[in-house]
């Protein structure tokens, strides 16, 4: 064994840490949720996630402002009970996301629904349950939305999304406020379109609503963007429509590899300078964080099963694939990936590699690791877009979930079978 120090949190993960060289989440060693629930399986911290709200919380202090855990990022309903009973509202993007939230506990008047492509049956879902607001991202959305509300003989909330034309400085596939991405309308036509907003029947102008991308790790392109948000509040309220919100989106960074975004709350004190700067004190912040609040919380854990050495690459081939933690794949993303039990000893340089049948299929490229097939690792800011992004692809199943609780493991999702993956589906009787 290293000589670690008898209990160290890693770097950006407050709530991991070695004791006695074991890596542990909060009280709970990690191998022994490994042993006795299998693997691939992924561990949230409670505290983790609670200390990350916490950070906002701090930051809007004494303002009246409303956090709406952006879902997508982790959609688990063991994930959303912990943010629902905080008394957190939701954003979400689908009417699938809805009845999970409701399945939690969450209060659907503190929900917003974004997204670009709602169907006339989501929109029809979310007012039957009384949603607090929709984030229209198209003229065209706003007029379904109007008949959708006119037949039900109901007045829908509505803020239209801004796209404000800055560039968050992130990975492009998680850009979204650049004018020639598909998300929100365009700046120079959002006077046009809250006008129409104001006259269509069955509508309630309520905010303004903008979400630049994800990752972000600086300052300067948050601050940009509410210069302009701020801009068109000013535009429309004169113009005569009141706005009682603006809802600044999500898209705070984590460390993943050594990033170093704001803290939420540091942020937020440099935006609500802008806010008040400008006379807009009096209104109802909301936000839509994802990755923020659960990204550093989770881990997920995964047994080397074969080493595999090269002439110009060695692999270390382990049991989580592209399917449990599909950001690598998608995004060449970058994720710690580290041994629960280091092992005595120089390592080598190893492609950490899933068993699903493509090239990219990998989890980390040229990590220094001293291990042994049997050994666990645990690969790191995996609380955000793993889980929610999975797939069966290869048939496999979705992993398993625990949420830690202190010295308290409780199993939130069982690990899938094949007969699960099959049960919607069936054979053509000739
Ligand atoms: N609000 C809206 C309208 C969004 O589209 C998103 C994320 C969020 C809030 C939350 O953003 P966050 O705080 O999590 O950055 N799968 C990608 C990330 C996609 C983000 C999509 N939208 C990844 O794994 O990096």
């Not at 923020?292 to 692999?315: D, I, M, Q, R, W």
């Amino acid at each position: 064994m290293n000589a670690p120090a008898p209990s160290a949190s890693l770097p950006g993960h407050p709530f991991v840490h070695r004791r006695q060289g074991e890596l542990h989440i909060e009280g709970v060693p990690l191998a022994s949720l490994a042993e006795r629930h299998g693997t691939p399986l992924f561990v949230y911290s409670k505290a983790a996630m609670l200390a990350a709200l916490a950070a906002y919380e701090r930051g809007f202090a004494g303002r009246k402002a409303r956090i709406c855990y952006a879902m997508k990022a982790n959609s688990s309903l063991g994930v959303l009970q912990v943010f629902a009973r905080a008394g957190c509202g939701f954003d979400i993007v689908s009417a699938g996301e809805l009845e999970r939230v409701i399945a939690a506990g969450g209060d659907a008047s503190k929900v917003i629904f974004s997204g670009v492509g709602k169907t006339a049956q989501e929109m029809r879902r979310a007012m039957e349950l009384g949603i607090g607001c929709f984030n229209v991202e198209s003229q065209a959305e706003l007029e379904r939305l109007s008949q959708v509300a006119s037949s039900l003989g109901q007045s829908a909330k509505v803020s239209i999304r801004v796209n404000p034309n800055v560039d968050p400085q992130t990975h492009p596939y998680i850009s979204t406020g650049l004018k020639d991405n598909k998300f929100g309308v365009a700046h120079e036509d959002t006077l046009r379109v809250y006008q129409l907003a104001a006259r269509l029947p069955g509508l309630q102008v309520v905010g303004i609503d903008c979400h630049i991308g994800s990752q972000i790790t600086q300052t300067a392109p948050y601050l940009d963007a509410m210069d302009r948000v701020l801009d068109l509040v000013e535009a429309i309220e004169a113009a005569g429509i009141a706005l009682q919100h603006i809802d600044f989106g999500g898209g705070l960074g984590i460390d993943y590899a050594g990033d170093t975004p704001p803290a939420a709350d540091a942020l937020w004190r440099e935006l609500l300078g802008r806010i008040d700067a400008r006379g807009h004190s009096g209104k109802l912040l909301m936000i839509e964080p994802g990755r923020s609040l659960v990204g550093n919380a989770g881990v997920c854990l995964t047994e080397v099963l074969y080493l595999k050495p090269g002439e110009h690459k060695n692999f270390c081939i382990v049991d989580a694939a592209m399917n449990d933690l599909p950001r690598p794949a998608m995004y060449q993303a970058y994720h710690q990936i580290v041994p629960l039990s280091p092992r005595e000893g120089p390592g080598i340089n190893y492609d950490v590699v899933g068993p699903v049948c493509e090239s990219g299929d990998w989890l980390g490229r040229d990590r220094n690791l001293q291990v042994q097939s049997g050994d666990m690792l645990a690969v790191l800011s995996a609380g955000a877009y793993c889980m929610s992004m999975a797939s069966n692809y290869n048939t496999r199943g979705r992993a398993a979930e625990v949420l830690v609780d202190g010295e308290q493991a409780h199993l939130i999702r069982r690990r899938e079978g094949a007969a699960d993956q099959m049960q919607n589906e069936s054979l053509v009787q000739d």
